[in-house]
Each structure stands twice: as structure tokens, then as C-alpha cells.
């Protein structure tokens, strides 16, 4: 089963376009106009070893919470019809990751049912372009 697949979002705030092979190598073509989310969305393709291309604009001279949510909401599209009916998978699973100043820790189960429990303090309002309360609000538009 080819687990890779395209979802394309187009909003009169954003136009989204996430290609995602699940069973990549990590290459990476990811442009969202937001250096810290570009970042961090290179550094899952790259440590997940998955092959991702993100094209994303937005109404980013009013904010970039729309180009941040609907970024975050393709990308579960994206995984969720990559990883189809779940066969051949580890559902479940957790990490643990020291990373710069912080410990993070993770636990994924790719059941279906979106849920998000998001803790985290932050020492600045935003790194870079991205608003730190933005952070949380992404990873339940991938939820």
C-alpha cells in the first residue's frame, strides 16, 4: 500500500498545499512565510523520516494565525489519509526529546479520534514570527 498522498485547503484567508510520503527518507520542500514554523515543520521530516512539501500564503499583513491553523489542519488531513485504515503501523507510541533549553515529551496514538492535551511555559510572546500561544493552537488544528 503506497502511503502517500495530497490535500490541497484554499480559504479566502490562505491556500494551502501539503504533499506528504510517509515512508520517505526526510526531503523537505516546506514554505509557510513563517520562519519558525518552516523550522519546525523541517525538523519533523527530517528526524520523522518522512518526505514533505508544504506551500502555504495567507493574510499574513493582518496576522498569521489563519496561515498557522490551516497549515496545521492539512497536515492532519494529509497524515490521516496517508495512514489510511492504520494497518502495518504502531498506533501508539511516546518520546521523550531534550532539545536546546527544553525536555519534550510527546504521546501519539493515531487512532482516529482527535484529542489534544498541549502544557508548556514560554519565556518570550513569540519566537521569531510565530506568537508562542499560537503553538498549542497548531497541534490541535492537526488533531
Not at 6 to 33: F, K, M, P, Y
Not at 36 to 65: K, P
Not at 128 to 142: K, N
Amino acid at each position: 500500500m503506497e502511503r502517500k498522498t495530497a490535500v490541497h485547503r484554499q480559504t479566502s484567508e490562505t491556500n494551502v498545499h501539503v504533499q506528504l510520503n510517509v515512508d520517505g527518507s526526510g526531503q523537505h520542500d516546506i514554505s509557510t512565510c513563517i520562519g519558525f514554523l518552516d523550522h519546525m515543520l523541517t525538523a519533523l521530516t527530517v528526524h520523522g523520516m518522512v518526505d514533505m512539501t508544504i506551500s502555504a500564503t495567507g493574510d499574513l499583513h493582518i496576522d498569521n494565525h489563519h496561515t498557522i491553523e490551516d497549515v496545521g489542519i492539512v497536515l492532519g488531513q494529509v497524515l490521516n489519509q496517508a495512514l489510511g485504515d492504520r494497518s502495518g503501523i504502531n498506533r501508539m507510541g511516546h518520546a521523550y526529546v531534550p532539545m536546546d533549553e527544553a525536555l519534550g515529551f510527546v504521546a501519539l496514538d493515531f487512532s482516529g479520534r482527535p484529542y489534544t492535551v498541549f502544557q508548556a511555559k514560554w519565556n518570550t510572546a513569540a519566537i521569531g514570527q510565530m506568537p508562542t500561544d499560537l503553538v498549542q493552537h497548531f497541534f490541535e488544528s492537526v488533531a
